[in-house]
């Protein structure tokens, strides 16, 4: 049976490394991989994710590369040599793309480890049709989603990141075994917060969702454990 806890990131979303330990000793028995964004990467210089790599967490480092490709395959090159198991890099150039996939082959081989994961950001969640319209995409934003997720996978990234609603359209579009990281997930008892669009963690699971990405429902729980053991009961529930 797939383990509920191999579905679940956990974002780390603060700035105080001291703040970050404290969250990720309390959810110790209960994850397995926590997401770290650009806010904690910088102002911790990058101590939490030595912090997490010293209790054998997997880390997905959410950098969101956008460069020209030499400098996007040094980046994920350091990160596969600093021990990220999951990285996000913008969906731009076919040869850029895939230069950072061939990169994580060649390094995780070089290094004999599992090969970590490269995703894609297709369209910003906060984009709107008429944002890219301004900036001269004639597309709407479902619509570039997805001819950007099918030349991520062409270009050899491992899937992308997307909302739990797109999911049906991601797999439909680039198949089943391309991986959907899926933010924007709230347990009904939770709170909204600033997201727009969100499902349940079952629901984004029966969309067909691989990964889910949460933060607030559960760093802000008055029992951050408790809140992901709940989730993860959940998504094991979902996923038979
Ligand atoms: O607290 P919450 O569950 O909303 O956190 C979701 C995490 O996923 C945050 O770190 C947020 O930056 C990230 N994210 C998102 N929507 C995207 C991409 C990333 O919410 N489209």
Redesign the pocket.
């Known amino acids: 049976m797939i383990s509920g806890k191999s579905k679940l990131m956990v974002?780390i979303?603060t700035d105080n490394y001291e703040k970050a330990v404290e969250l990720i000793d309390k959810l110790d028995n209960s994850v397995e991989i926590f997401?770290l964004?650009l806010e904690n990467y910088i102002a911790s210089r990058g101590k939490t994710l030595d912090y997490l790599k010293s209790k054998g967490k997997r880390v997905f480092l959410?950098l969101k590369f956008h460069d020209i490709p030499n400098t996007m395959m040094s980046a994920v090159r350091a990160c596969i040599k600093d021990g990220v198991w999951l990285m996000t890099i913008h969906v731009s150039d076919y040869e850029g793309m895939k230069m950072c996939a061939d990169i994580a082959k060649e390094e995780a081989a070089r290094l004999g480890i599992e090969k970590p994961l490269i995703v894609g950001v297709t369209v910003?969640?906060s984009m709107s049709d008429e944002d890219l319209a301004s900036v001269g995409c004639n597309l709407s934003t479902r619509e570039a989603a997805i001819k950007r997720a099918k030349l991520a996978k062409e270009a050899g990234l491992d899937g992308v990141?997307c909302?739990a609603q797109e999911v049906e359209d991601i797999v439909a579009a680039c198949g089943d075994d391309f991986v959907t990281v899926c933010?924007?997930?709230r347990p009904k008892s939770a709170e909204v917060?600033d997201?727009k669009r969100v499902v349940t963690p079952s629901q984004a699971i029966k969309n067909g969702a691989k990964l889910l990405?949460?933060?607030?429902?559960i760093t802000r729980a008055e029992d951050p454990a408790k809140a992901a053991d709940l989730i993860v009961e959940e998504i094991e529930k979902a996923l038979v």
């Open positions: 974002a979303d997401k964004g959410d910003l969640t990141v909302s933010p924007g997930i917060g997201q990405v949460v933060g607030r429902p």
